[in-house]
């Protein structure tokens, strides 16, 4: 996430500069950034804030918390930063609760990510290369500051595919052809019965 963190914090520090009283009241808070166990946790997020002297503005927890604390927080935020890997294939499976928060977006990805067609079809964020301009980056983010405090015009019908009811429908429709084939098993078919309890 390097390169999405340095155009986040150029972004940064043009706002600090160009607009305090807009950004002086911004601290972003990076929680969970580490998989190791507790013990071993190091953080690395608050060393890329320091090459943009943001020692204050970031605060980095390393340790991974409990998912539904992690979705407590989310909903706590004025707003949400999402940097994205520079790999064109990262799909973060983590902005659909993201998404499901209603708070201001902005994602920064590579432009081939597949997160970037999310949040342009569902309306629910801002999206930015993750290489693009730290200028327009700023403005980006000036107005997203603007809008805290209300929720994005999601468009909850392009985000339908990607809700639990239809993955599972998706998973039943598997199961259903694996259990129609000429060689289905009694394992698959028990599988099948199962995603269909739990749909």
């Known amino acids: 996430m390097a390169a999405a963190l340095r155009t986040a914090f150029r972004a940064l520090r043009l706002g600090l500069e160009s607009a305090p009283e807009v950004f002086g009241r911004v601290h972003l808070h990076f929680i969970g950034t580490d998989y190791a166990p507790s013990h071993l946790a190091?953080?690395?997020?608050?060393?890329?804030?320091?090459?943009?002297?943001?020692?204050?503005?970031?605060?980095?927890?390393?340790?991974?918390?409990?998912?539904?604390?992690?979705?407590?927080?989310?909903?706590?935020?004025?707003?949400?930063?999402?940097?994205?890997?520079?790999?064109?294939?990262?799909?973060?499976?983590?902005?659909?609760?993201?998404i499901l928060a209603?708070?201001?977006?902005?994602?920064?990805?590579?432009?081939?990510?597949?997160?970037?067609?999310?949040?342009?079809?569902?309306?629910?964020?801002?999206?930015?290369?993750?290489?693009?301009?730290s200028e327009q980056l700023y403005v980006l983010w000036k107005d997203l500051l603007a809008a805290a405090g209300s929720k994005p015009e999601t468009d909850w019908r392009a985000f339908a595919p990607y809700m639990a009811r239809e993955m599972t429908r998706k998973q039943c429709d598997l199961f259903d052809r694996v259990t129609a084939s000429p060689g289905a098993t009694t394992e698959h078919a028990h599988a099948a019965a199962i995603a269909r309890t739990h749909a």
Do not use: M
Request: a negative charge; one cysteine or more; glycine letters at 6%.
């Open 42 to 98: 190091k953080k690395t997020i608050e060393r890329v804030a320091r090459e943009f002297q943001l020692e204050g503005r970031v605060h980095e927890w390393p340790e991974r918390i409990p998912y539904f604390e992690a979705l407590r927080l989310l909903l706590d935020a004025d707003f949400l930063l999402v940097p994205g890997s520079d790999d064109a294939n990262y799909t973060a499976s983590k902005i659909y609760p993201y």
């Open 102 to 133: 209603e708070k201001p977006l902005l994602g920064i990805f590579h432009p081939a990510s597949s997160v970037c067609d999310v949040l342009r079809k569902t309306r629910a964020g801002l999206v930015f290369p993750l290489d693009g301009p």
